[in-house]
């Protein structure tokens, strides 16, 4: 029965090699702590590949525990690029992802025929596929600051900044779309003019074929993983890593879930338990903003991440 099962799969893998277009980006995307990191090393092996991050916080060399970055075993297994790239001081967003990763991708299919991007942040991942509107230069501190405001409060959080401070693009623009609000308000800050006298909205052509696969769970499945992860990371020293950058806590990079909340224990604000139960429900949260805007992605295949021959399979018929 192993036998034919592998046999099976080493089929597959050859399907894929034949019929999938040349030149191509699979891009493998999900909630956090969906599993997304090993189904895309195991991908990336059977198709001899490298891997790409389109994680926003991954690419930070003193960020580790806290924003699961893949293990060095992992690393060491497959390529991977944006992964520990920069340091917290340097100036990272979607445009920045954008030029690195198409370069990366420009390099790696000169020699293969496929890339892998993985990653859970949203903007990064239709930044490469769609390209970003040509637009005057908007500073990194207003990109960061919107970028915080969404990952902290979400869509609601846009909403009500946007109506309050462009009420030209709260009347005439897509309210219900998370990347837009995310521009416009960042543009307003930096400019005092609405993204509504700029706006064309044309997404650019790729000299590559994309195929997008998104995992999921059952929410109690899920929820339970992002749990338990966290427990995992306090276990692995979570609290002695964000004490050691206490010291750069206003910086943007470290706006985040799991180092925040530890902050605010270190300030004497809350307990340290309760601050991993915050870590805890603010990674929910989180993971449900991840998929409102999932949802909002055009051409997206969605698998459970055990999955993989059934992935194999759709991948061999796109």
Known sequence: MRAVRKISLARMISDLSNNVKSKTAIIITGPTAVGKTELAIRLAGQLDTEIISADSRQCYQEMNIGVGRPSPEELAAVPHHFIASHHIEERVNAAIFEEYALQETERILKDRDHVIICGGTGLYIRTFCEGLD?????????????????????????????????????????????????????????????????????????????????????????YDRINRRVTHMMDQGLWEEA??????????????????????????????????????????????????????ETGMKVFHPGQFEEILKYLTTV
């Open 243 to 296: 004490k050691s950058l206490y010291k750069h806590r206003k910086l943007q990079a470290l706006q985040t879930v799991g180092y925040r909340e530890l902050f605010e224990s270190m300030d004497g604000l809350i307990s340290q338990d309760e601050a991993v139960n915050m870590i805890r429900q603010h990674t929910r949260n989180y993971a449900k903003r991840q998929l409102t805007w999932f949802k909002k």
């Open 134 to 222: 040509e637009f005057p230069d908007v500073p990194y501190d207003a990109t960061a600051e919107v970028d915080t405001l969404f990952e902290l409060g979400g869509l609601k959080a846009l909403q009500r900044a946007i109506k309050k401070e462009d009420p030209l693009y709260a009347a005439e623009g897509e309210m219900e779309n998370p990347r837009r609000i995310m521009r416009a308000l960042s543009f307003i800050r930096a400019t005092d003019q609405s993204i509504r006298e700029f706006y064309t909205d044309k997404p650019v052509e790729r000299p590559f074929n994309i195929i997008k696969i998104q995992l999921d769970l059952p929410r109690p499945e899920l």
